[in-house]
């Protein structure tokens, strides 16, 4: 059964002013999964679904799934349709007027629909041609932007397709049967791409598709009852009843899992296949040494995954480790006995940080651990993109030299000007900030493959380790050091209880008062500019307005008479290195008494005399970044007390974040959380990966099981085929399901 297109003109479908190829019916065998778009769809189309997806080959618009189905009995919820968001919605026509413009010349034509309950007004202007189509009982599909005029609910322009009724009436009761049960697939779309364009696309290909060779070994889809590739393919995009799409699905959720699994096993394997210097400290060496002067235990955790470094480094095959670690649990320390090891050897280490910031933290914190003479042994070197020309040129020539055995900067590291005389360690602090050609670029700067140590202070649920990760190995840090404070933390909701920020402000005197110090952190630098050095955005898309600035809150402050002798000073990205240095020496020194800060300060930042952290807007953070900034205080024995100020209403998906920090300091039960509160589906991410790498059908919070069995299952053929010679459509799919983006990630990653 087809459907009746309404509101075409020539070529351009459903009004949006995208023009499509008319496109013969293909012959079955015309394309192969790796055939062009536009070779089967025509140079237009293709081109209109390059702009709004970036698809290229007939595989990656075939694995444009469907987000849901609907059926055309069926009608949507117009009363929770949201204002400003395109929506696809299945509905029917009340009624149909056309009215003349009274300011100027012209006609608009409203047609109300409905859902049996709700009412949408659709808006054309200039046609009343479509009262031809638009008759009150007609069903179809409609699409558009959700707007609002005077109070009541519209899509002006709206693309449709309207159900042909009139095919049913002579084709049989079976049929008509079949025609109103079948569900409709509604794809993601865009403004220009409306779903049913993409639906008859789609259609066209599986039409001209030839056979295509399943991905999964023969024994792995039977074990596993499950559909061939090309049978899946068609039931999820043409199901003829609910259980074609479910079972589909769950093929292709588990043929997702088993190839990105596959991938990183494929990769891990070929990490393992390279040599480079092994690495052993030396009797009386910088790590003897400097394990002799600790002036504390480390420990059992620290101990362990020690030992795991030193195992993999006295080994002449690349290290690629992975540290996650609770807020304060010492990483550093860890990482920099791995490179005292390397010194040891002769070798230089690299530590790569992801702003100016903690890069000047990480060189005063890593020299005080040190001690004088081996700090002068040793000479660690600061280089970041703004250091001072005489002081760069030194620090370049250290390096080059082999005179400084730890360099530590920012992405400056990978800059051509820098060499090494011996790279033997890279180390990367919070990973997730940089990109796949940055990484890379500071891993060929050694003669040999380098040691790989990777660390992050987000925890990583065990699910998301396996579908990002991995190809490392991963050691974990749950354990704290003695004699930590510990942190109270609290929800200001300013929704509820507006009257408490007054009491915020006076709670962070007190603490002032008794000689601590404090943070307060904004979202963003002033208005319409945001924290450009090392936030994470995109975390908190469901905020919307004003975001508290640093400029707005500074003269808060300093304009309040509880702070009037206090020493109040802001700390962002937009100063310049000299200046956030300067800023952050004064804090640690208790030169002042309160930084009004950005992200800028999420990680690293080390004042034990630091006990309050304000955030301000803290529904504007995502779980993570909560958490870590929360870790800045109680570092020492001073107490530390977290006031987490919200204006979100209580029950919303923002609120529900900022109370999930709240209610523990535990930062893997918040990693399964956050999880779960995002329904994580792009953990390979455009931020990862550079590129189109988002998981399709998998998800990790969901679909733990299934992809530790496919991880298990792809272990197993690749035991028995490293190769994957006997496995051509296998590898062939690893090729295909990763762009060469992703592919850069993940084997740089």
Request: aromatic share 4%.
């Amino acid at each position: 059964m087809t459907a009746e297109k309404a509101g075409a003109t020539g070529a351009d479908e459903g009004g949006t002013g995208i023009r499509t190829d008319a496109v013969a019916t293909p012959a079955p065998g015309s394309y192969t999964l790796d055939s062009k778009l536009s070779g089967a769809l025509g140079g237009r189309t293709a081109q209109a679904i390059g702009r709004a997806f970036g698809y290229a080959t007939v595989g990656e618009l075939l694995a444009h799934y469907p987000r849901r189905y609907a059926l055309r009995g069926e009608l949507t919820a117009l009363a929770s349709l949201p204002l400003d968001e395109n929506v696809t919605i299945v509905a029917e026509v009340l009624e149909v007027r056309v009215r003349e413009m009274r300011q100027r010349r012209g006609s608009i034509l409203e047609a109300k629909i409905s859902d049996g309950t709700g009412i949408l007004t659709l808006t054309f202007f200039n046609q009343k041609w479509r009262e031809n189509d638009l008759r009150p009982g007609r069903r179809g599909i409609f699409a558009g932007k959700v707007g609002d005029y005077k109070g009541n609910r519209q899509l002006a322009h709206p693309d449709y397709e309207l159900f042909d009724e009139s095919e049913t009436l002579t084709a049989g009761d079976a049929a008509a049967k079949r025609w109103a049960e079948s569900p409709i697939p509604i794809y993601p779309a865009t403004g220009t791409l409306a779903s049913w364009q993409l639906a008859k696309s789609i259609a066209l290909l599986l039409d001209g598709l030839g056979p295509v060779d399943d991905p999964l070994p023969g024994d792995v889809r039977e074990r596993r009852s499950l559909l061939a590739h090309r049978s899946a393919l068609e039931k999820i995009h043409r199901p003829e009843r609910e259980s074609d799409w479910k079972e589909a699905r769950r093929t292709l959720r588990f043929t997702e899992a088993f190839v990105l699994q596959t991938a990183l096993l494929e990769r891990r394997a070929e990490l393992r296949r390279h040599t480079t210097t092994a690495r052993h400290p030396s009797a009386g060496g910088a790590l003897e040494r400097f394990d002799a002067s600790l002036p504390f235990s480390l420990t059992g955790d620290q101990q362990a995954v020690g030992a795991e470094i030193t195992d993999d480094l006295e080994h002449p095959v690349p290290m690629n480790r992975l540290i996650q670690g609770e807020v304060g649990s010492g990483k550093t320390v860890v990482a920099l006995r791995a490179m005292l090891a390397v010194a040891d050897s002769g070798g230089q280490s690299a530590l790569l940080a992801p702003t100016e910031v903690l890069a000047g933290q990480h060189l005063r914190s890593i020299a005080r651990m040190l001690g004088p003479e081996l700090s002068a042994e040793l000479m660690p070197t600061l280089l970041t993109g703004q250091l001072p020309v005489a002081d760069r040129k030194k620090a370049l020539l250290r390096a080059a030299a082999g005179q400084s055995r730890i360099v530590i900067g920012t992405h400056a590291l990978i800059g051509d000007a820098v060499s090494f005389a011996d790279l033997g360690l890279v180390v990367v602090d919070e990973q997730h900030r940089f990109g796949v050609e940055q990484r890379e670029a500071l891993r060929l700067k050694g003669q040999h493959p380098p040691h790989v140590l990777v660390l992050t202070a987000t925890p990583i649920p065990r699910t998301v380790a396996m579908t990002v990760f991995g190809d490392l190995d991963v050691s974990t840090i749950r354990e704290l050091p003695a004699g930590r404070a510990g942190i109270e933390s609290h929800v200001v909701p300013l929704a509820d209880r507006p009257g408490w920020r007054a009491r915020v402000w006076e709670r962070l005197a007190e603490e002032l008062a008794a000689g601590r110090q404090g943070f307060v952190v904004c979202p963003a630098i002033e208005a319409r500019v945001a924290e450009d050095d090392g936030a994470e955005a995109g975390e908190a898309a469901d905020v919307t307005g004003p975001a508290a600035t640093v400029a707005s809150v500074l003269a808060e402050l300093t304009g309040h008479p509880r702070f009037a002798e206090a020493r109040v000073a802001p700390l962002h990205g937009r100063m310049s290195a000299d200046e956030k240095d300067r800023t952050m020496r004064a804090f640690a020194a208790g030169e002042l008494d309160v930084l009004v800060a950005t992200t800028v300060i999420e990680v690293g930042v080390d004042v034990p005399n630091a006990s309050a952290m304000v955030v301000v807007d803290a529904d504007r953070f995502g779980v993570s970044q909560l958490h870590q900034l929360r870790g800045r205080v109680g570092r020492g024995s001073v107490p530390g007390l977290c006031l987490l100020v919200t204006s979100a209403e209580a029950g919303s998906l923002a609120r529900q974040r900022v109370e999930a920090v709240a209610a523990t300091l535990d930062g893997f039960e918040l990693a399964r959380v956050d999880l779960e509160l995002r329904q994580e589906g792009d953990v390979l991410g455009a931020t990862q990966s550079g590129g189109r790498s988002s998981l399709k059908l998998l998800r990790v919070a969901r679909d733990g099981d299934l992809i530790a069995d496919a991880r298990d299952l792809a272990e197993g053929v690749l035991a028995g085929d490293p190769g994957l010679t006997a496995h051509p459509a296998l590898a062939a799919a690893v090729r295909r399901r990763l762009d060469d983006e992703s592919s850069g990630y993940l084997s740089k990653g």
